[in-house]
């Protein structure tokens, strides 16, 4: 009898032998996975669901960090008080997704593989300086979350490797973080641009540390440095948002789709992302935000 | 292939059903099963006409394998009646008149209450954002919102009557 072409293996190892047959695909929440099989974009020869091992489900406490695993259900990140006091701006991107039933089901694990250039989680993810822990044959290996795209639908990830956690460090005093995009419903839209910022203010207000993100802007989520640096060692004026701005400006590369021009969405990413530095600033300064 | 066995719970009842791997809980229910009170709309997860409830969580049946359904507890709108009582929702959606061809009313009854159990007193403005992913397009959704809020209250007298 061939085996079968699905599996929820409870183990790790199993998982990855599982996972190493050509064609496979892993299944976390389904929301991507399920459809672009049934429209026939994908055609997976077999599908190895993760979520009955223990690794790649719940939320768990590392140091003053997190651990989030892979296939954890999106809305179990809002139930979470403790990550939704350190990282707002992940918990607020999360639950941006979809629907509360496909929230109920998509992951982190799941919005980061399907490499969509306008996921929600992945710009607040790679703000937050989070990690995507790679199983694979070889072992482990822990990369920055912005390591893992490489192009709409395709990952950097090697055939027989998959993502099974997320880690997300310390919030660092004085530190804040916040997602903003837009779309033109509130509810169960895909992002024109979305916005990831996370920043940290020392006691005089002044910048020691930014990173910007920004997904649906690039072929995939985009950390853009400079835009980051152009805020430190700055108190947020207009000039240090000016020079922020610009830097975002020269390293997107919007399109024309069915969503929004690209002259649209250049200009509304720098609204965005004026908005998320002063929303992230705002609770780095501990304000209700 | 030969196909799968899968044992579950559904609406409290013990199950069992073969399937195809690649089936979707969806198909299990309306099929082997028999349970077609829950919908097919698109089939994408956008609008939510097959909501059920997967171990306590609400999620579009059609983005539920049928085989992950092995050991766990699924709970559809057939569930919702005890006996020959109607919930107070589907009592409440009667006579709002929420509903005009009903193809989305499976979906918004097992979604409005599993809002109602998180939150017996939801704002209506809580109510529209936890169905945003359940879509009508007959009828719109005033009638549903002010169903849902009636049942609600109708909940909290009775719970109020039982601690009483």
Redesign the interface.
């Known amino acids: 009898m061939p085996p079968s072409p699905y599996s929820a293996p409870d183990n790790l190892g199993e998982a990855l032998g599982l996972a190493a047959a050509p064609g496979a695909r892993v299944l976390a929440g389904g929301t991507d996975l399920l459809i672009q099989t049934r429209a026939g974009r994908l055609a997976p020869t077999a599908m190895v669901d993760l979520k009955r091992i223990d690794r790649a489900m719940g939320i768990r406490p590392a140091g003053q960090g997190f651990v989030i695993g892979a296939a954890t259900p999106c809305t179990a990140l809002r139930d979470d008080a403790a990550l939704v006091a350190a990282w707002p701006g992940v918990v607020e991107a999360a639950s941006l997704i979809g629907s509360v039933q496909v929230r109920n089901r998509a992951s982190l694990g799941g919005n980061l593989c399907n490499a969509s250039p306008a996921a929600d989680s992945v710009p607040a993810l790679i703000a937050a300086g989070a990690t995507a822990v790679v199983a694979g044959p070889g072992g482990e290996r822990e990369v920055p979350v912005e390591a893992i795209p490489a192009g709409p639908g395709r990952t950097t990830l090697a055939p027989g490797e998959l993502v099974i956690e997320l880690r997300l460090p310390p919030r660092p005093p004085g530190g804040g973080d916040a997602y903003l995009r837009l779309t033109p419903r509130t509810e169960m839209d895909i992002a024109v641009v979305g916005v990831g910022a996370a920043l940290v203010l020392d006691g005089s207000g002044r910048c020691t540390a930014a990173r910007i993100a920004l997904g649906a802007v690039a072929p995939t989520a985009l950390l853009v440095e400079a835009a980051g640096a152009a805020l430190v060692g700055t108190k947020l004026e207009e000039g240090a948002i000016a020079a922020m701005l610009a830097a975002i400006d020269a390293a997107i590369s919007p399109i024309d789709d069915q969503r929004a021009s690209a002259a649209y969405r250049r200009r509304i990413a720098g609204v965005l992302a004026t908005r998320a530095v002063a929303r992230a600033a705002a609770r780095a300064r501990g304000e209700q935000a | 292939?030969?196909k799968?066995h899968i044992t579950t719970t559904v609406n409290g009842d013990p199950a069992e059903f073969l399937c195809e791997?690649?089936d979707?809980l969806l198909a299990a229910l309306r099929g082997p099963l028999g349970l077609t009170g829950t919908k097919e709309g698109c089939?994408?997860?956008?609008c939510?006409a097959c909501?059920v409830m997967?171990d306590g969580?609400?999620?579009?049946s059609c983005?539920?394998?049928a085989?992950?359904a092995?050991g766990r507890r699924v709970e559809t709108v057939e569930g919702l009646a005890e006996g020959g009582a109607l919930h107070p929702l589907q009592q409440r959606f009667l006579e709002h008149g929420a509903l005009q061809c009903g193809f989305c009313t499976p979906g918004l009854l097992v979604?409005a209450r599993?809002l109602l159990e998180r939150n017996p007193d939801p704002s209506e403005e809580e109510a529209r954002?936890?169905l945003?992913?359940?879509l009508c397009r007959c009828t719109g959704y005033d009638k549903v919102i002010r169903a849902v809020l009636d049942a609600g209250r109708d909940l909290r007298q009775d719970h109020g009557e039982k601690v009483a």
């Open positions: 292939m030969s799968l791997a690649d979707s089939g994408s997860g956008d939510g909501t997967l969580s609400m999620v579009c983005l539920v394998l085989a992950e092995q979604a599993a954002y936890w945003a992913g359940n």
